[in-house]
């Protein structure tokens, strides 16, 4: 049986299990009446089981492997690409990383790591992939993504004839006043699923005239060099640059279907692009035999489809072709995402799978601290609330299945932080049974019967629910539209974490008390009561509180502002990489405590593994904030000496590279009188220079032989100057230098990595300096080790991307401010949330910086403090934390809405009842949260240390915002209004006395 058909099945199955089951134990209950409601919840356990039980019944895997792990926990595949050309400005590889990191990880949940390296390099991390995954990737990686349109030639046009003619005889593009009118383009292959599971490229005989005779008037030929059937079609353009119709004008690419309901892709163009389009489609309606043009769309120069034209067209069409849904989805990604700059390189200079960037160690501790912060929340609620704990905890559960589940079917890629902030949602989704237990036992103690505490207990719980997550929801939406893509990825896994709460919370949840009650298998709910009935003045606390505050922030921010860049961990600074070798196998966690130690502050390490497997465990690629690349090199040397590998030189003779005579071509206008031989200037720009065979005596990477050669370049001066470079810097001596292989292309060798390899010098750098260059690289060679890789690289968040971030965060508080105002009828209980949130942000970040200000002192060792750096986990727990602190605040505020009822006036006692009537909720919501991180910070490892601090500071924080910042900020904004709103009453006036 064939994979989707089986799959469809699973499906069915699931549908008949859930549904019947449901009915079974209603019947079984003798409640009929709900069992379409347990259907519902049993349909959706089944659905969060699919994905797992697809991969065990028919993947035939393990079911952990339908989760997918990030670069922390289960390496990946590291690709560096270089690009095809010079960079337009400074700002074009950053803009590249931009467009690339859309089109592979739109909805920015795959945690790929891609960053500038050097000035003309790109790097992509893939996280554990298949090889077709990471090929997919791959092809979306260095598709120029150029989408044009234009007509292809056809005999039965007079003005196309003489083109046709013309074309015949040439192999490049007709130029007219040097602007290109037509020219030769492919055929797009068709790309075809091979038994073994892997894919093969064929020709399309689509435009083939045996195909549609129709076909017969187009012009197609044999592509030279290519094998029999692929071909390369004529295609006419537009003469004048401003009519032309390109991807520039594209508004939005979509997955579609077309007429016989295949996959394929829908565009749109914008207003300036569907006049052009309808002016193209219109100069080209059928000719006055009835026959019709063909519209030829091409996407990186390749004819993707040729469908008839039968009318004028606007702005809206379909690209068609044998595509699968997988390539329908690639091509609409890197349509959306927009065309690179600069073409990169086919292939990349180099290709490595990468160990866990976490070692065994920190792994097992971080996985420890899951568990035992797991277990902590649900022994937690089973002792308090007995009963109800376990149907919490069973609500709890479920809520991980179906978060799993949910993010196993999006694809989501789990990091440890991102595994820990799922155990902190389980922690927080604490909350929603918390305010209906509580409710419930308020009810319960006014002598209501256990029908009507449930009843009561949800219905006034509610809106509380309700508010806090559905402003939660707005922002991540928000995030999700305007932020950055590392936003984006929590902005998602917040939206799916949060409805599954509600949904557990307030349907599965009352279903289980509900058939408790009806069935009456318990005469009374029984819970625990650590808090009674409290009377604290909080308002009164509220100046020296703010006092308070105002310190602690000041604090903070004056700690972030002298602490500089220093602040920041790679994610935001970039630094200097650097690849080593060793002679003998190493472990990753010994290498990495000798580099933290030598260079004194976090490093990162990468185990690198090439096709060459007797390499393994002996090539490592470091990562560190020091910009100084001489000074790495040095402290590795030093570290590490005589480990290293060195690689020897051993020199050919240096030999003049012969001039090259100009090749010839046929005229452009063959038909024309005086029509002469054209000179195809086809000049090796080596020509006249110098060339010299390199033999290593290891497998050397040709872009650091490359470098070597530059840097040697670099070093020469002038003849009548001892400063002034006499070939430039490296980067500007590029151009002089060209390094190849001499050995042929064999599967199983690592990528880029040859013995032999031919350098050539132009003719500009002279015999003597070119024997100096061979000589300087010998002798260093000899005595140093050899990195292949030294080279600076950009940090992951650009500045643009800090920007993009920025915005959505005050995105989200307008938005969050809003629907406040619109629930709350009043903007002032909006303003003093926010308020809250900026104090906890704030308040946060003052504490990180400070802890590691002190992180060498003994009292940060007592307290487990170490240097913690601000990346981009920390942006996710400091996100986290608005979210927690923003749920504590909307239910004090929901409860004070309660208490004020329709009364005009807003006083202090209204805000003491409401906060010591929440109090209970308060201390157990943040204190279940409190015991999940602080597990997650003690016994967590230095893989999850940084986010469980911040979440540690940011739990105390946010339940000390709600009662002495939020609470405070509101009444004082509502009595300002009630005195400025007060009527002034006219003093008496008394009667004038008249004396006699």
Not at 460 to 469: E, G, P, Y
Not at 534 to 542: L, Y
Not at 817 to 835: C, H, P, S, T
Not at 977 to 988: L, M, S, V
């Amino acid at each position: 049986m064939d994979p989707i058909t089986l799959k469809l099945l699973l499906f069915v199955l699931v549908i008949v299990v859930s549904f019947g089951g449901g009915y079974l134990i209603a019947n079984l209950l003798r409640l009929r009446d709900l069992s379409v409601k347990l259907g519902v919840v049993l349909f959706t356990i089944g659905l969060a089981l699919s994905p797992f039980l697809n991969t065990v019944i028919v993947d035939k895997k393990p079911a952990i492997e339908t989760l997918s792990f990030g670069i922390d926990l289960a390496g990946g595949t590291n690709l560096v690409y270089e690009l095809n050309g010079q960079p337009k400005d400074s700002g074009t590889v950053g803009r590249m990383v931009g467009a690339i990191r859309r089109r592979v990880d739109p909805t920015g949940t795959q945690e790929l790591a891609i960053r500038q390296v050097g000035k003309n390099q790109i790097e992509i991390i893939i996280p554990k992939a298949t090889p077709e995954e990471v090929k997919a990737i791959k092809s979306a990686i260095t598709s120029v993504g150029k989408l044009e349109f234009a007509i292809l030639a056809t005999r039965l046009n007079d003005s196309h004839k003489s083109l046709i003619t013309r074309a015949m005889l040439v192999k490049d593009d007709l130029r007219d006043n040097g602007r290109v009118i037509a020219g030769w383009r492919p055929v797009a292959p068709l790309t075809v699923l091979q038994p073994d599971g892997t894919t093969k490229e064929v020709p399309s005989h689509e435009l083939d005239s045996e195909a549609l005779p129709g076909n017969a008037e187009i012009v197609l030929r044999q592509i030279k060099g290519q094998p029999d059937g692929f071909q390369e079609v004529l295609c006419v353009f537009e003469r004048d640059p401003k009519r032309r119709v390109t991807g520039e004008y594209l508004q939005r690419a979509t997955p579609s279907m077309d007429d016989r309901g295949s996959p394929c892709v829908h565009f749109s163009l914008n207003a300036v692009g569907g006049t052009r389009f309808r002016a193209l489609t219109s100069a080209h309606t059928p000719m006055a035999n009835g026959k019709e043009y063909k519209l030829a769309v091409l996407l990186d120069d390749k004819v993707q489809t040729a469908p008839n034209i039968r009318e004028a067209i606007g702005g809206e069409g379909q690209i068609t072709g044998r595509y699968t849904s997988a390539e329908v989805e690639r091509i609409v990604n890197i349509l959306n995402a927009g065309a690179l700059e600069v073409p990169l390189k086919k292939d990349p200079i180099s290709e490595n799978s990468i160990s866990p960037l976490l070692g065994v160690d920190v792994q097992r501790k971080g996985f420890t601290a899951l568990f035992l912060s797991t277990a902590g929340v649900l022994v937690f609620m089973l002792i308090y609330y007995m009963w109800l704990g376990f149907v919490a905890n069973v609500c709890l559960m479920m809520n991980l299945l179906l978060l799993m589940g949910s993010m196993a079917f999006i694809d989501a890629t789990f990091t440890l932080p991102g595994l820990a902030g799922i155990v902190l949602t389980m922690g927080m989704a604490v909350d929603a049974n918390v305010l209906i237990y509580e409710r419930m036992r308020e009810e319960m103690e006014r002598g209501s019967s256990m029908r009507m505490a449930i009843q009561n207990g949800f219905g006034k719980a509610f809106s509380s629910i309700f508010d806090s997550n559905i402003t939660t929801l707005l922002t991540a939406v928000i995030l999700y539209l305007i932020g950055t893509d590392q936003v984006k990825g929590f902005a998602v896994t917040l939206f799916v974490g949060l409805a599954i709460s509600m949904y557990t919370a307030l349907t599965v949840n009352r279903l289980m008390l509900e058939i408790i009650e009806r069935k009456r298998w318990l005469p009374k709910f029984k819970m625990l009561s650590l808090f009674g009935t409290t009377h604290v003045d909080f308002v009164s606390k509220q100046t020296i509180c703010a006092i308070g505050s105002l310190a602690l922030i000041g604090a903070g921010l004056l700690t972030f502002a002298m602490r500089g860049q220093t602040n920041y961990d790679i994610d935001f600074n970039g630094g200097t990489m650097i690849t080593m070798r060793f002679n003998e196998k190493q472990t990753s966690d010994d290498i990495r405590d000798q580099l933290t130690k030598a260079f004194q502050s976090d490093i990162s390490l990468e185990q690198l593994s090439s096709a060459d497997a007797s390499r393994d465990g002996t090539t490592f690629r470091m990562r560190t904030t020091n910009q100084d690349q001489d000074q790495v090199v040095k402290v590795i040397s030093d570290t590490f000496g005589d480990k290293l590998v060195k690689i020897h030189l051993k020199p050919g003779e240096l030999q003049v590279i012969p001039e090259t005579k100009p090749a010839v071509k046929a005229a452009e206008k063959p038909d024309a009188p005086d029509a002469k031989p054209v000179v195809e200037e086809e000049i090796d720009p080596f020509a006249g220079g110098h060339q010299v065979e390199l033999v290593f005596t290891a497998p050397t990477r040709l872009d650091t032989a490359s470098r070597y050669t530059r840097e040697e370049l670099a070093k020469i001066k002038k003849a009548d100057s001892k400063t002034e470079l006499k070939y430039g810097t490296e980067d500007q001596t590029k151009t002089l230098v060209s390094v190849s292989s001499l050995e042929p292309v064999e599967a199983g060798k690592p990528v880029g990595e040859v013995k032999q390899v031919l350098l050539k010098l132009t003719k500009d750098v002279s015999a003597e300096d070119a024997k100096t260059v061979v000589a300087a690289i010998t002798k260093t060679l000899d005595n140093t080790p050899v990195f292949d890789e030294v080279n600076n690289f950009e940090s992951q968040v650009a500045g643009d991307t800090k920007q993009s971030a920025i915005l959505a965060m005050l995105a989200s508080l307008v938005m969050i401010v809003a629907y406040i105002w619109f629930r709350f009828e009043n903007i002032y209980f909006g303003l003093a949330a926010v308020l809250a949130l900026v104090h906890d942000v704030l308040a946060t970040l003052g504490m990180v910086c400070m802890a590691a200000a002190i992180s060498n002192t003994t009292v940060a060792e007592l307290l487990l403090i170490s240097d913690f750096k601000i990346n981009l986990t920390m942006i996710a727990a400091f996100l986290t934390i608005v979210g927690y602190s923003l749920n504590d605040t909307i239910v004090i505020f929901d409860r004070l809405r309660e208490i004020r009822g329709k009364n005009p006036l807003f006083t202090r006692e209204m805000v003491n009842q409401a906060v010591n009537e929440c109090l209970s909720r308060t201390i157990l919501t943040a204190g279940t949260v409190f015991i999940t991180v602080a597990i997650l910070y003690i016994l967590g490892g230095e893989g999850i240390h940084g986010f469980a601090y911040a979440m540690l500071i940011g739990t105390i924080v946010g339940c000390y915002s709600t009662i002495y910042v939020a609470s405070p900020a509101v009444l004082w904004l509502m009595e300002r209004e009630q005195r400025a709103n007060k009527p002034r009453i006219a003093p008496k006036r008394e009667p004038a006395k008249v004396g006699n």
